[in-house]
């Protein structure tokens, strides 16, 4: 069984109670800009349907899911300078997750894992300072499915692994595979191949001082559907095998 919270009625949810295995799964993104071809809700967009294709998985795995609302704000301080970009403290983004992890432990969700797609630096932290704030609040486990650990990044695309990655064939291809539409236009724009990590260590504050004028990194016109399936199957490995490391 996988279920959507959001779409349950209150005795519904109170039944999912009853599954001793019960997996919650909370899709984490942004609302930002992502180039001038995808959506600002690309990353609560691609979490989401990693959830959903993750909790088939591990539905099949004997483990029944219930995906939580996802959460759209986040800490974009590098996407600020573009339209259509809320960005939110790293407290509140922080304070955020952790109250929606304790108040799903505390209505019987006891087995929360964080499915994240947003991968600004400052964001990630406010994700792990959530979890630590949550676990010791709760006494429940928390877990986070991080693309950017090693072990994880290492399976994805090329430009994923160059960090040449925010709205480029890696996100757009996701986008595709998701069933969402982009516009034809994006082939006509150019590889930019700049490593954002390495900009940001050179001190670059936005997308702009990195070298990206339209918010995006990467070969946008390089997407498909078939690499975002793909990307897809990697990332729900990732899931599925955090949820069985964290609650064997």
């Known amino acids: 069984m996988v279920a959507r919270l959001a779409e349950l009625t209150y005795p519904e949810a109170e039944a999912l109670r009853a599954e001793p295995r019960l997996v919650a799964l909370l899709p984490v993104g942004s609302t930002e800009a992502h180039g001038p071809h995808l959506p600002l809700a690309t990353d609560a967009i691609i979490s989401d349907e990693l959830a959903m294709r993750a909790g088939r998985a591990l539905e099949a795995r004997g483990r029944p899911v219930v995906i939580l609302p996802a959460i759209p704000y986040a800490v974009t301080e590098f996407a600020r300078p573009f339209a259509g970009t809320l960005s939110v403290r790293a407290a509140t983004a922080s304070a955020l997750v952790a109250d929606v992890c ?3 432990v505390e209505q019987g969700f006891a087995r929360v894992c964080l499915v994240n797609s947003h991968l600004e630096p400052a ?17 429940a486990r928390i877990a986070l499915a ?27 291809s996701l986008v595709l595979a998701a069933g969402r ?16 990590h390495k900009q940001m ?18 070969d946008p016109a390089a997407a498909s559907a078939a690499h975002g399936e793909d990307q897809y199957a990697r990332l729900v490995d990732m899931v599925v095998t955090v949820v069985e490391e964290t609650w064997p």
């Not at 650990?149 to 399976?155: D, G, I, M, Q, S």
């Not at 260590?201 to 990467?218: C, L, N, S, T």
Request: aromatic fraction near 8%; charged fraction near 30%; charge should be negative.
């Open 102 to 104: 304790v108040a799903a």
């Open 181 to 196: 539409a982009v516009p034809d236009d994006r082939a006509a724009l150019p590889p930019l191949m700049i490593e954002l």
């Open 146 to 172: 991080d693309n950017l650990e090693k072990r994880f990044a290492r399976t994805l695309s090329d430009e994923f692994k160059r960090g040449a990655c925010h709205a480029g064939a890696y996100e757009t």
């Open 201 to 218: 260590q050179a001190g670059a504050r936005d997308f702009r001082a990195a070298g990206a004028e339209r918010a995006y990194f990467g």
């Open 123 to 139: 964001h990630v932290t406010s994700l792990r300072s959530a979890l630590a704030d949550a676990e010791q609040r709760s006494g």
